[in-house]
């Protein structure tokens, strides 16, 4: 019989490798789940650091460092409309298909669970 640790760690680990992989990459903290979400949901929304960080109840200056990641790993874009940096989703259309399935999948409660246990795996907690 299987100890309940393993089976758990087993449970967790079972996704489906792309969104395990993508998961693992990019969705290393509850912030950029957040923005990743908020973005998923309004694709065509370009905002602000200060205004997502009010969209999802974030800090702002969490929100500029997490944005400026996922602009560095290409889920985000950055333009500059005056003095302010604006982001926006990538046009990629993997990256826009995989944060909306990701969105979709968050519906069901175990795949939260296990959205939840690698993003505390990786270490982001804010």
């Known amino acids: 019989m299987m100890s309940h640790r393993a089976s758990v ?3 967790m680990e079972e996704m489906d490798p792309h969104t395990l992989a993508f998961i ?4 290393t903290s509850f912030t950029r789940w957040d923005l990743i979400h908020f973005f998923a949901e309004n694709v065509h929304t370009y905002d602000t650091a200060e205004g997502l960080a009010k969209h999802i109840g974030r800090p702002v200056s969490l929100v500029q460092q997490e944005a400026a990641n996922l602009v560095t790993d290409g ?9 302010n940096q604006v982001y926006a989703l ?6 826009r ?7 979709q999948a968050t519906q069901e409660r175990t795949f939260r669970m296990k959205l939840v246990y690698h993003i505390l795996r990786a270490g982001g907690q804010q």
Not at 24 to 27: A, L, Q, S
Not at 97 to 103: H, N, P, Q
């Open 90 to 95: 990538t046009s990629d259309p993997d990256v």
């Open 97 to 103: 298909r995989i944060a909306s399935e990701l969105v």
């Open 24 to 27: 693992t990459k990019y969705v």
């Open 75 to 83: 889920i985000l874009t950055v333009s500059v409309e005056g003095e």
């Open 9 to 11: 760690s087993d449970i």
